[in-house]
């Protein structure tokens, strides 16, 4: 049989595969985009759900449970809990990460938590808004310092936009003194270095958003459920031993860690998936949701400037996901444009097959002639 022939057969057997593989590749992607707005979803129906809930549960009109910190250590005691289960009945599989950077990164997280509480106590509202549309550009900074993350033009005015969007429709009042400066400060630097630590963690030892957080969560819910009353207490100065427990209490107590799990997990999910930038670009989301609720739910003001505001905000996430987009797709031609559709082995048998069978030609054009 001509070598030729199998070398050619052989090389239009890897083609086929190849135009295989990528048809299955395409379908991988779009299913990839059903759970993208999945996690999405998850997280600001979660997150809003969340508001809401501990917005009954905290209040003075409500249940004036006014212990947040420790609240947060029932929250990711559930978490752990749900994660333990899993393990236990094989549902998720345990990976090993190393004991100090789960200790590094509970103890960022939780510095996060405690100064967010503090700069909340410390300075006006319009402050601490303020302070939180901040960590969209610390972000952008530390991924610049930390990974070289580069981005577009396009990306950087869509981010603008957003910031300049919900600052419109939140941002009131502002006041700030040197402690509640700090605290901003330091709930800044410790958020945003948080979000990408999630996904650092995740790509450095190949595991997954629900893994991760199921090693991490335990650690921070004792820490904070050990701390926690202490922080509370110097912010509220009540203790949460003498709170009188209700029925109707105790189940907003539940409704609020269920909704945390959901919310916990799908933050890991989304930054896993995309980055930490993105999370807090699209996660302004949740604070037109929330305002939209209140209006709806418990009579909040409502003006023109909360509606322009929150306008211009969803305008910059539109285009914001476009520019990442479009950022995606430059980068995507990127390498096509210079490299062959065929990989090397498949020019190599291709050569070897045109090669053999203008060998063999030759060799039966001499026997005719003789």
Known sequence: ??????????????????????????????????????????????????????????????????????????????????????????????????????????IIANTSIAAMNFSLMLNSVGFYQISKLSMIPVVCVMEWILHGKQYSREVKMAVAVVVVGVGVCTVTDVKVNAKGFICALVAVLCTSLQQISIGSLQKKYSIGSFELLSKTAPIQALSLLTVGPFIDYCLTSKSIQNYSYTFNAFSF?????????????????????????????????????????????????????????????????????????????????????T??????????LLKEGIEESGLRDEELAHVQKS
């Open 339 to 348: 490299k062959s559709p065929l990989s090397d082995e498949e020019l190599m």
């Open 1 to 106: 049989m001509n070598l030729g022939a199998i070398s050619l057969s052989k090389c239009f057997d890897l083609y086929l595969k190849k135009k295989k593989k990528k048809k299955m590749l395409m379908e991988e992607r779009k299913s990839s985009s059903v759970s993208d707005v999945g996690a999405w979803g998850m997280n600001i129906i979660s997150s809003v759900g969340i508001i809401m809930a501990n917005k009954q549960l905290m209040s003075q009109t409500g249940f004036a449970f006014s212990f947040a910190t420790t609240l947060t250590g029932f929250h990711f005691s559930a978490t752990a809990m749900v994660g333990w289960i899993s393990n236990a009945t094989g549902y998720s599989e345990s990976k090993s990460v190393p004991l100090w950077e789960l200790l590094w990164f509970s």
């Open 253 to 337: 107590i539940v409704l609020s860690c269920s909704l945390a799990v959901f919310c916990n997990i799908s933050q890991y999910l989304c930054i896993g998936r995309f980055s930490a930038v993105s999370f807090q670009v699209l996660g302004h989301m949740k604070t037109v949701c929330v305002l939209t609720l209140g209006w709806l739910l418990f009579d909040s003001e409502m003006t023109l400037k909360n509606i322009s505001g929150m306008v211009l905000a969803v305008v910059g996430m539109v285009v914001y996901s476009w520019a990442v987009e479009i950022e995606k797709q430059g980068n995507a031609m990127v390498i096509p444009q």
